[in-house]
């Protein structure tokens, strides 16, 4: 695909974070049009299920809007899903220390840090 001068001159000067931002409002744009579309809903339905002006949503849908996190958020509950997934912090994983035929252990599942030792279980018998 050739570039033009645009192209060009946001390779050389332009901001990545800009360009991630403007990526992300437009993803997110881009699935709201989807859903209301699978869902055959207007964008003046989704407007009164917001509490909002249809203009005010017209905008919003545009990609061209600077979408706020509260009004992000009120799309998601309106609409049953989620637009932004943040995965939840782990503090544990789990480690399948395996079973030792015909023997029950005390403990199923043990807290493991990766890199930590770990003292083997006593088996029960």
């Known amino acids: 695909m050739k570039k033009n001068m645009i192209d060009?001159?946001?390779d050389k000067y332009g901001d990545p974070e800009i360009n991630q931002f403007v990526d992300k409002n437009l993803n997110i744009v881009d699935k709201v049009n989807s859903i209301l579309k699978d869902r055959n809903l207007s964008k003046a339905e989704f407007a009164k299920m917001l509490g909002?002006?249809?203009?005010?949503?017209?905008r919003w849908l545009t990609g061209m809007?600077?979408?706020?996190?509260?009004?992000?958020?009120?799309?998601?509950?309106?609409?049953?899903?989620?637009?932004?997934?943040t995965a939840p912090e782990v503090e544990y994983h789990y480690v399948?220390?395996?079973?030792?035929?015909?023997?029950?252990?005390e403990q199923?599942?043990?807290?493991?840090?990766?890199?930590?030792?770990?003292?083997?279980?006593?088996?029960?018998?």
Do not use: F, R
């Not at 909002?52 to 017209?58: G, I």
């Not at 399948?96 to 252990?105: A, R």
């Not at 199923?108 to 018998?125: D, F, K, S, T």
């Open 96 to 105: 399948n220390m395996g079973i030792i035929e015909g023997q029950k252990t």
């Open 65 to 85: 809007h600077n979408l706020t996190l509260k009004s992000i958020i009120k799309m998601e509950v309106a609409l049953g899903i989620d637009l932004i997934y």
């Open 8 to 10: 060009n001159w946001l």
């Open 52 to 58: 909002k002006k249809p203009s005010e949503v017209s």
């Open 108 to 125: 199923e599942n043990v807290p493991y840090e990766a890199g930590e030792e770990i003292e083997p279980l006593p088996i029960a018998g």
